[in-house]
């Protein structure tokens, strides 16, 4: 697996990936759409799941506009 460091604004990013598959869920994520398995709108938390590995990420007010 290749890692690159880069130096970016997370908003630079944001803005060179395809919109509909990848979306920002707080100031620090952003996720591809494709790996959620579920959001919990009164927890703010969205929950994610790749292969045999899950995790869940706090979903800013915001961001939680704009996935629901």
Same mark, same amino acid.
């Given at each position: !697996?290749?890692? !690159?460091? +880069?130096?970016?604004? /997370?908003?630079? &990013? !944001? @803005?060179?990936?395809?919109k !509909?598959t990848? &979306? ?8 591809n759409?494709?790996? +959620?398995t579920?959001?919990?709108? %009164?927890?703010r /938390?969205?929950?994610? $799941?790749? @292969?045999? @590995? @899950?995790? $869940?990420? %706090? +979903? $800013?007010a915001?961001?939680?506009?704009q /996935?629901?």
């Open positions: !697996e290749k890692h !690159e460091i +880069i130096s970016m604004t /997370l908003g630079s &990013v !944001e @803005e060179l990936l395809p !509909e990848f &979306v920002r869920i707080n100031r620090s994520i952003i996720i759409r494709n790996f +959620i579920k959001i919990q709108t %009164s927890k /938390l969205c929950h994610l $799941s790749k @292969e045999d @590995e @899950e995790c $869940s990420f %706090s +979903i $800013s915001s961001h939680l506009r /996935l629901c």
